[in-house]
């Protein structure tokens, strides 16, 4: 697997920022500074980026560990990474660095983590 998950540090912050960009409620830089501001303020909350198979920084998924459960915040890919297909990589990429949480999607991310987990039931992973 070559793809993989990076936590986020702060050489990382023009990335990050791009990425959060990307999101139609954070148009400004000013709730792009406010979004990254709210993961930093509790240890609880993470941002990691994604690199996908051409090591492109391509995608950002923002967590909430709230005790054996993963809240997925904001699950970001770049345009021309946006399938399914890459969504499943990244949350497969997260369970195993969290192998005992249950990940659940929030009101923004829930289609994507519903479909996620159907692929884990019926054994189609890619």
């Not at 970001?76 to 949480?101: F, G, M, T, V």
């Amino acid at each position: 697997m070559i793809e993989m998950l990076y936590q986020y540090r702060k050489d990382y912050q023009k990335i990050t920022m791009g990425l959060f960009s990307l999101v139609s409620d954070l148009q400004n830089i000013d709730l792009v500074s406010q979004e990254m501001a709210w993961y930093a303020d509790k240890s609880n909350r993470m941002i990691y980026l994604w690199k996908d198979g051409h090591h492109n920084w391509s995608g950002l998924i923002g967590i909430e560990v709230q005790n054996a459960q993963l809240l997925i915040h904001r699950l970001i890919l770049a345009p021309p990474s946006r399938n399914q297909e890459n969504y499943n990589q990244l949350l497969d990429e997260l369970q195993s660095l969290y192998p005992k949480a249950k990940i659940i999607g929030g009101f923004e991310t829930k289609k994507i983590c519903t479909r996620w987990e159907q692929t884990k039931v019926h054994g189609n992973e890619s």
